[in-house]
């Protein structure tokens, strides 16, 4: 395959993320010194994390001691597999780099996985690399909260560009360049995918023209929520800021919420974020009218007013990096959703156990927490027969997911 074939083999030779890999680096290099001693990459797929931690270890001379997290499906078969080697030199006295990737990628049932790599991370003689697509996974926490955090972004479309040329020029094959312009602009920042489209062009060619590159599925090319509000945060061009929100993977109530929520986390100058919450408070009001009046073809007016409000609201950019938080609101609402959930079905086994119907059942669950207060032990046998509890664990499971 040619993204093997042209694997970088050093790091001059990666691809994207200059600033970021020098940090990286020098974190490998002064770990010891570091108040964090675990460093966590997060970004999309295809963006090079994995190779770049590989081409790091080789950089240094040290053993690359890496595992898939999501393999590992409790703290004890982590502790096994891990605790030990980490405490132990490797053959000639070479350091080692330990990388866990896919930390996202934990499952529900691993007993204690996240808990127990930052136990590991704090005890262990050698530097300790966390590779993530989505930081925003909850059971990343503990995680997050013990690390050096590092955002890897999507690479430019001209930097793919170019490495597709180059490719096409090795392997001898003559391609218009609308071929690898199609194929670097809707890769999405992924090279990694790019390579594979341009392999699925070229293979058995010569040459390729554009026509051929019409035999590519079409890519999502979406932006997701960090890249958008980045963009929207960083840019000085109203133009910019509303193409970010447009191709936002997030619809624009919601997005509206994630900017809302971090504008104090970007913008530190009052007048910067006075500008900014006026512009959202604007926002807002156009999409209550939309939603009154039912006016969804308007949708895209109050995206704008947003996006391009907010993106102006500064005078100049900030260039410190932001990790943006979650929306305390939707998080609100998806417990008050989860709690409405437990009691609705509470409810429907109560009906069913009295005879009613569940409205009726709901005016006696005020009675039933007084019971549980007052007569624990009969409130839990009186659970049992009517399988309310089974309602309870359903639903805690299914919020979990």
Request: charged fraction near 30%; aromatic fraction near 8%; glycine fraction near 6%.
């Amino acid at each position: 395959m040619l993204t093997e074939k042209y694997k970088p083999k050093s790091l001059k030779e990666f691809i994207g993320n200059g600033t970021v890999v020098n940090d990286i680096l020098a974190w490998a290099k002064n770990w010891k010194n570091e108040p964090k001693k675990m460093l966590l990459i997060h970004g999309k797929p295809g963006t090079g994390k994995t190779t770049l931690v590989e081409l790091i270890a080789k950089e240094l001379n040290y053993h690359l001691v890496a595992t898939n997290a999501s393999d590992m499906r409790s703290a004890k078969a982590l502790h096994e597999g891990f605790g030990h080697s980490l405490e132990q030199q490797s053959l000639f006295f070479r350091g080692k780099l330990v990388v866990f990737d896919e930390v996202d990628g934990l499952s529900g049932g691993d007993r204690g996985g996240a808990g127990e790599i930052a136990k590991i991370a704090k005890t262990s003689k050698f530097p300790v690399v966390l590779l993530a697509n989505d930081i925003y996974v909850k059971k990343l926490d503990p995680l997050k909260k013990a690390s050096k955090i590092i955002a890897f972004h999507s690479i430019y479309a001209a930097s793919i560009e170019k490495r597709l040329k180059e490719i096409c020029e090795k392997e001898g094959v003559v391609c218009d360049e609308k071929v690898v312009k199609s194929i670097a602009s809707t890769a999405g920042g992924d090279l990694k995918a790019a390579i594979n489209d341009l392999e699925t062009v070229i293979t058995g060619r010569k040459t390729a023209v554009y026509e051929d590159s019409k035999m590519l599925s079409p890519r999502d090319a979406e932006m997701s929520v960090q890249d958008s509000l980045r963009v929207v945060f960083k840019t000085l061009s109203a133009a910019n800021a509303c193409e970010a929100m447009r191709d936002s993977d997030k619809p624009v109530d919601e997005l509206i919420q994630w900017i809302r929520e971090n504008i104090p986390l970007e913008y530190e100058r009052a007048d910067d974020v006075a500008r900014a919450y006026a512009a959202v408070s604007r926002a807002n009001l156009f999409m209550g009218r939309i939603v009154r009046q039912q006016y969804w073809d308007y949708m895209g007016y109050a995206s704008q007013i947003a996006g391009a409000g907010v993106a102006l609201a500064k005078k100049e950019k900030y260039s410190k990096f932001v990790l943006y938080k979650f929306p305390t609101r939707i998080a609100m609402m998806g417990r008050s959703r989860i709690e409405r959930a437990i009691r609705d079905k509470f409810a429907l086994k109560l009906a069913g156990h009295l005879h009613c119907g569940k409205r009726a059942a709901r005016e006696y669950l005020p009675l039933l927490n007084v019971i549980e207060e007052a007569r624990p032990q009969e409130y839990g046998q009186f659970l049992v027969e009517i399988g309310a509890g089974e309602a309870d664990n359903d639903e805690t499971e299914n919020s979990d997911n």
